[in-house]
């Protein structure tokens, strides 16, 4: 179920943060900017040609065996999920988060620094509301190779539990939890990220690691250290002398909490499910998480999230006084009747339009379509859900009078119930991304009897009348 209680937030004013990136070792800039509302979370290269952005999604998702790794168009970016953490963990919706590499700065392996940055800026409430998913069955994804699985059931706000075990006896078995996401900051935002001994070795003798020190990576020593290994390791933090503590750990670090293990994990689990795109109601367990199933959840939840917006009917009071009525909408659009598919404009507001049409045995083309068992054809439901996106976009020009809205494509158009002499259509459109150059981009959904009946991204340009 998605609920829409809170207004979303961004950030007051940008802030900048400068660091190395754990895997390239390069500088790093990276800057946080405000954003409007309903821009979500975007990374953008602003090194590259063109400043190509990526939205944080998981579908952009294509590698996690050093972080969450995006790419979109041949564009990447790498180890995204502690930045993401921080916004999370703020309650932050729309930031764009410029980036001069393709990294953001590892800092000291957590997202305190990002938390510290973010809360400098200040956090600006938006008009909007944020949409929010709530959970009311179980929902769970499981890794058979790895054993590791991640449950998601109801629960009053979004709660995180992570149990961790790599079968090593030196970190054991571990459990973190956080109750409330205001805790985030308090009780998960510093914990760093980890290594094995056997890991490091094998990332330094490819040269994947080339931006950690002993202050962004908590080391647990998994096997005995060669001297030969031990010279190595010393070089490559830099440091004259290297030793192990008695609770295995690579020393000139302290642990902040004993289980800092697993509040990282679940900071990585927060950061990756944060790809799902929409705010979480409900309790995730995660059992030896890592980023390969936690970002395969967001996938599968992102599907359940729009298979549900799919199946939200949208309530209206029909009684009410339209916002535009017949006469208003031929002022607007070019349609005369037996074409003019929509009787009532319900809402209008710069990125979304509500249309109505009561259908009945009137309609010239239930004479043919069909006899004896009369059917609106799909065609026509798409052309007035086209008519009203119509009233959308002509409301964008001073003189809608002198335009026509001409089609330019459809695209995913399912048709899911029959439509017959005495239904209410309600059409519900809304812009996929903003209207440039009079073209219009929008998913548009047609309900009727509290039932979604058909559905479609569609495309149209407006023209001026010759």
């Known amino acids: 179920m998605l609920e829409k209680t809170v207004a979303q937030t961004t950030i007051a004013k940008e802030v900048t943060l400068t660091g190395v990136g754990l895997h390239t070792g390069a500088e790093v800039t990276m800057t946080f900017k405000p954003a409007p509302e309903n ?35 041949g564009v990447s970016i790498q180890t995204s999920e502690h930045v993401l953490a921080a916004l999370v963990g703020l309650e932050i919706d729309n930031v764009l988060i410029e980036l001069n590499a393709t990294e953001p700065p590892i800092m000291d392996g957590s997202s305190k620094f990002f ?14 509301l944020r949409e929010e998913f709530v959970v009311t069955e179980v929902i769970t994804f499981t890794d058979e190779s790895s054993g590791s699985e991640i449950t998601l059931i109801p629960a009053d706000h979004y709660q995180v539990t992570t149990m961790v075990d790599f079968g090593t006896k030196v970190l054991g078995t571990q459990n973190a939890t956080l109750n409330h996401i205001s805790e985030f900051k308090s009780k998960i935002s510093e914990a760093r990220t980890f290594s094995f001994l056997h890991e490091l070795e094998t990332l330094l003798d490819h040269g994947l690691i080339k ?21 190595k390791l010393e070089k490559a ?17 302290t642990l902040n909490q004993p289980n800092e293990a697993a509040r990282h994990k679940l900071l990585d689990v927060i950061g990756d499910l944060a790809l799902a795109g929409t705010r979480i109601r409900g309790k995730v367990i995660a059992t030896k998480p890592g980023h390969y199933v936690n970002t395969q959840f967001a996938k599968k939840l992102c599907a359940v999230i729009k298979a549900e917006k799919r199946n939200q009917i949208p309530k209206y009071d029909l009684n009410a006084p339209p916002l535009m009525d017949i006469h208003q909408i ?7 009747p037996p074409f003019l598919l929509i009787d009532r404009i ?45 009233v959308l976009v002509l409301s964008t020009v001073p003189d809608p009078e002198n335009y026509l809205t001409l089609f330019m494509k459809m695209d995913n158009v399912k048709f899911k119930q029959k439509v017959i002499p005495g239904d209410t259509l309600i059409f519900h459109c809304s812009l996929i991304s903003p209207i440039r150059r009079g073209i219009c981009h929008m998913q548009a959904y047609a309900y009727a009897n509290n039932k979604l009946v058909c559905d479609s991204e569609l495309m149209a340009q407006i023209v001026k009348k010759k």
């Open 346 to 390: 319900i809402e209008l507001s710069d990125t979304h339009v509500v249309g109505m049409k009561n259908v009945t045995m009137n309609e010239e083309f239930f004479v043919g379509h069909f006899p004896g068992a009369p059917v609106m054809p799909g065609v026509l439901q798409i052309e007035a859900m086209a008519q009203t996106g119509g």
């Open 39 to 73: 821009t979500g979370y975007r990374f953008k290269r602003v090194d590259l040609k063109d400043a190509p952005i990526i939205q944080a999604e998981a579908q952009y998702v294509v590698n996690t065996q050093r972080g969450t790794n995006l790419e979109k168009d």
């Open 237 to 253: 933090f830099n440091k004259s002398k290297l030793s192990v503590k008695p609770n295995g750990i690579l020393d000139n670090l």
């Open 330 to 336: 031929m002022d607007m659009l070019p349609h005369r």
């Open 211 to 231: 931006g950690g020190d002993l202050n962004n990576a908590i080391v647990y020593v998994d096997k005995e250290i060669s001297p030969e290994t031990m010279i």
């Open 115 to 128: 938390i510290a940055a973010l809360e400098s800026a200040g956090i600006e409430t938006l008009e909007a």
